[in-house]
């Protein structure tokens, strides 16, 4: 059984920074293209970051770019997602997830096989 468990969330003042974990389970992980999307209150969810399946390539958010790092663990089954310069603008809950049958990094939440239950960021000005 697929399980996705996203953890490190919290509340941290604008400027500061968070790492953000999802430990992978019951899939073979080196399959998967896995992401990061996020939602606000009464926002659609949207997209943050992926990586390749061997972690070779990266897509961002223009929202986030040069500020967010996401990166993979094989030997861990591990995604992470390192976050600096935080902005009130970036609070949300954050989800981990997963495709199995993508050609690329995709932007579009229905493109995921898998998600995790989320962790909420809250960023205080």
């Known amino acids: 059984q697929v399980q996705l468990v996203e953890s490190g969330g919290g509340l941290v003042p604008a400027g500061g920074s968070l790492r953000l974990s999802c430990a992978a389970s019951?899939?073979?992980?080196?399959?998967?293209?896995m992401a990061w999307f996020r939602q606000a209150p009464g926002k659609e969810r949207e997209f943050v970051a992926g990586?390749?399946?061997?972690?070779?390539?990266?897509l961002y958010a223009d929202s986030v770019k040069g500020r967010f790092t996401i990166s993979r663990d094989s030997d861990k089954n591990m995604v992470y997602l390192q976050m600096n310069s935080l902005k009130p603008e970036d609070t949300a809950v954050y989800y981990c997830a997963a495709d199995r049958t993508a050609v690329a990094v995709f932007r579009r939440p229905g493109e995921y096989d898998y998600w995790g239950q989320g962790t909420q960021v809250t960023v205080s000005s």
């Open positions: 019951g899939l073979t992980f080196s399959n998967y293209v």
């Open positions: 990586i390749s399946r061997s972690g070779a390539s990266t």
